[in-house]
């Protein structure tokens, strides 16, 4: 997980510029999906990072979990929370016994 203090340096990071302003819900959102898209562009034609290049890869990561970070700030969610509840989900979606080693979706 990310850290605490990981966390407020974002929060510090866009108090200081006073971007908070805007910063909805909707524009975060759009922001994951672009830079995802960015991130997915690395990957362009090759299951490897194009050219070899990790650090763009690197970069891309850090855009979507800092954006990801910033709505679910936004909107109030705790971060351990939304992920436990989620893998818990999805642990009944794809029990062991029927999902492991398979990747069909169910």
Known sequence: MISDITIDKIRQFIADRDWDQFHTP???????????????ECFQWSDEPRDGNLE???????????????LSNKLGFDLD????????????????STAKGSSAKQ
């Open 26 to 40: 909707g524009a975060l959102a759009r922001s994951v999906s672009i830079e995802a898209g960015e991130l997915l």
């Open 56 to 70: 763009h890869v690197h970069e891309e990561i850090a855009d979507v979990l800092i954006y990801c970070i910033m």
């Open 81 to 96: 929370e939304i992920v436990l509840d989620k893998l818990h989900k999805n642990a009944e979606k794809y029990p062991v």
